[in-house]
């Protein structure tokens, strides 16, 4: 038995105590863990200044720094997401169906936890507790493995965590970290078959793309957003350059800002100086079709067929001016990555189109792609935005944290 | 780009037409398939013939020829299968959940189909036709890969289909058949990341597990089935008898058929020896503990632990007694593939226990395993049946084909 089997083994025995558990002892462990996590502030704080002295050496990038820094502020914002998470409605024990079949069987469907989930992630180190108090929430055990750069803040995280847990009886296997941070063992985790239900990446493409291709444990892919907005026609000149700048400039570098504007031939000439004016408050590099660069001139970059399905995740963006709406939907049924697209158009018809036509997992009519989001879809908080289509899609809650178990009773059936 | 590729680039083309096809125009398909599958018969009995004198030269034995066989009532049947799949409900464009936002963001989360279905099959030539139209009904495009011994029959039943699809206006494309049936080609569909959004392997566990290791596209797995009977101490003995026979032995070749029988000791001594008579008619082999032994003589083989992990799937079966419900919940726990197991039982808390603490697709309690199928469950037809607990657990019918969209309608917000 390998060293993720052990852990593999431990948060199963975890996960059936916590199956049973009610919604009252599950939240007195989150509030125990926001207690124990400001109890523990010192103790986190300077086992975080371990992971950033360490950054310093390996010349990490400022910003990564600046993600990785755990500061008074910082952990009390975690603990108060901690106690909101403790404040949303139980999800487990529904009966999402229930029938009777004509041999007197009652069959109910009831939502259960899914048991023991991983999650591999990069170096913020709140998301080990954003997605471990999720995870326990909905009543499963979790399995974190996140980057060597924040292995000190994790540790003492876990540990605090696990001490909570144990105040309140339930087992500290429950929240358990991956201390061996090489590649072997992140290997044997994408293969713990029989133990891990779901293996969740949260990072980016790199890391999703490999746990894609190596995990043989059931992935829920997440994050890459290729995402589009396209004016109409028809649009409402001063609602299509509100959305279009706010898709692109509000927040680059997340999945559910806009990559490429997709524009009607009838509208551009109206519609492309005054976005060309909004960017410029953010220098927006444009890439821009042929016909985008007659209108905009020279400043525009000539787009080419690699910037379509370019992820650009800062100031920039392509511009592509379509002869229909049939036009916009087969861009995007092309070079999408079925994340987020969005129509601005007065026209019935051509939203509803749009509506049937576009296969991704938020479709949007007259509303900036950057709404979709957990907290912005109310769901109270995420575990990540799925970009497949098997079992959740889209903003994930609590419920893509549970399965379903079918519960039969009868009085002696038996099949003939 | 490769074979598979091109089959996916197809497929995928395809299934953004049927996405938007009403019920009405899916029926009329379904209805052509069922029609010319009828006025083709003889050609299908052509085909098949060919896959069976290969079966004869190579020896294969005589219960999977009988399976390959196609004849004129088994056409029918298929016929008849498919028209009923037709009369079912669609599911496409259900309404799960909606709500409007603070912000006056109308959300609706709605049912779409899959997109692109890949199935993996082996010998039996109706899954051929069963998998397809399933496909088709939830909406989705299929690509089937069965064995190469039913590849005659195979391509004929595809053809057959896809001339249907075309006589109401729909592609061809919509059902594809893997031609090329090596082991490299079938590699190349595992891993046909951004066509196929989800691949069901139906088959034997080697077929299921060589799935699940290679697949880098989201799989579900289906069909291993481990399953238990607890007899508790309260049981009413003729019950207990009638279901644990029925499970056994009704037809012990399928996933829902049980492998072990779990007998409290306080009822082992009036039970065994009922069950044992009950077996002999099917000459049942038992493998059981040191206590069962005691009871039922040395004619009972002694039980060793990997019995208690096999899965017989013919008249055998173990038998262990234990001293309480918690050792038998355990040992489910322990050894279950976690499929289906029912408690037969008197006693209300012992039952809502085993309920509460069995982590399995289907739980009982006084009634046979043998349940746990789609057409049982009332959902019509079955695709399979799950024993992953993401996306779809236990039997699946159509909706386990499907995903859902969020469509997000506003009058011009955007995020601050």
Redesign the interface.
């Known amino acids: 038995m390998n060293y993720m089997e052990e852990l593999g083994q431990k948060a199963k025995q975890a996960s059936?105590v916590i199956?049973?558990a009610g919604a009252v002892l599950k939240n007195q462990a989150l509030e125990a863990i926001a207690k124990n996590l400001l109890n523990s502030t010192e103790e986190i704080i300077s086992a975080n200044q371990k992971d950033l002295e360490q950054a310093v050496k390996n010349n990490m990038n400022l910003a990564m720094q600046d993600r990785l820094k755990l500061d008074e502020t910082r952990i009390k914002n975690i603990a108060n997401a901690v106690l909101k998470v403790a404040s949303m409605e139980d999800v487990i024990g529904e009966e999402v169906r229930g029938?009777i079949?004509p041999n007197g069987?009652r069959?109910r469907q009831v939502r259960?936890p899914?048991?023991v989930i991983g999650i591999i992630f990069e170096s913020r180190p709140n998301v080990t507790v954003d997605a471990a108090v999720l995870c326990l929430k909905a009543g499963n055990a979790v399995i974190l493995r996140g980057g060597k750069e924040a292995i000190f803040s994790n540790t003492c995280l876990v540990k605090v965590m696990q001490n909570a847990l144990t105040s309140v009886g339930l087992p500290a296997e429950l929240v358990q970290l991956v201390e061996k941070t090489d590649r072997e063992t992140a290997g044997d985790m994408m293969r713990l078959?029989g133990y891990l239900?779901?293996l969740i990446p949260r990072g980016g493409a790199g890391l999703i793309q490999a746990v894609?291709?190596q995990a043989?444990v059931?992935?829920?892919e997440t994050g890459a957003g290729n995402c589009h907005v396209y004016i109409d026609e028809s649009a409402?000149l001063e609602?299509a350059v509100?959305?279009a700048?706010?898709?692109k400039t509000?927040r680059p570098s997340v999945c559910n800002a806009i990559e490429t504007l997709l524009v009607h031939e009838n509208i551009a000439e109206k519609f492309l100086p005054e976005i060309q004016q909004a960017f410029e408050k953010h220098k927006v590099i444009i890439h821009g079709c042929e016909n985008t660069r007659k209108i905009l001139g020279d400043s525009v970059i000539l787009a080419t067929e690699e910037d379509y399905f370019k992820e650009y995740s800062n100031y920039e963006i392509a511009i592509k001016i379509v002869k229909n709406i049939e036009n916009a939907v087969n861009h995007i049924?092309k070079y999408s990555t079925h994340h987020s697209e969005s129509i601005v158009t007065q026209n019935m018809q051509n939203?509803e189109y749009f509506?049937?036509?576009v296969?991704?997992?938020?479709?949007?009519?007259?509303?900036?792609t950057?709404?979709?989001d957990g907290e912005?879809?109310?769901f109270g908080a995420e575990i990540g935005i799925s970009t497949?289509?098997?079992?959740a899609?889209?903003p994930m809650g609590l419920l893509a944290l549970t399965?379903?178990?079918?519960?039969?009773?009868?009085?002696?059936?038996?099949?003939?």
Request: without cysteine; hydrophobic residues 40%.
């Open positions: 059936h199956a049973k029938w079949r069987l069959i259960v899914m048991g078959n239900d779901v894609v291709k043989t059931p992935v829920i409402d609602m509100a959305i700048d706010n898709a509000q049924l939203a509506l049937n036509s296969d991704s997992s938020a479709v949007y009519v007259n509303a900036s950057r709404f979709t912005e879809f109310g497949q289509k098997l079992h899609r889209g399965t379903t178990q079918y519960r039969i009773t009868g009085n002696g059936q038996i099949r003939s």
